[in-house]
């Protein structure tokens, strides 16, 4: 089985920079996986933070208290989900 995957949009006042190859990138969606183990993993995705059309680039989640309860609730809502799906 492959990993299920809910995409989360990273609230405002949590949104953070990061860089990659020297270029600004704002992150404002996670993507929650639940792995075949059933242990959550997130991702996080963003946008080039001077504009364009630059790539949509994945980073680490920071360790930060917020962005852990963050994916936490994504991974329980996405297992909510997930298990109502599969239900006869």
Excluded: C
């Excluded at 809910?6 to 993507?31: A, K, Y």
């Excluded at 680039?57 to 309860?69: A, G, I, M, Y």
Aim: no cysteine; aromatic share 6%; net charge neutral.
């Amino acid at each position: 089985m492959n990993a299920l995957a809910l995409n989360v949009t990273i609230p405002e006042h949590l949104r953070w920079t990061d860089v990659r190859r020297d270029e600004e990138f704002t992150l404002q969606t996670l993507t929650v996986r639940l792995l075949p183990d059933g242990t959550p993993a997130a991702k996080a995705y963003g946008r080039p933070t001077a504009g364009g059309r630059g790539a949509y680039v994945s980073f680490p989640v920071p360790d930060r208290p917020e962005l852990t309860e963050l994916v936490e609730a994504a991974a329980a809502r996405a297992a909510q989900l997930w298990g109502a799906a599969v239900r006869p």
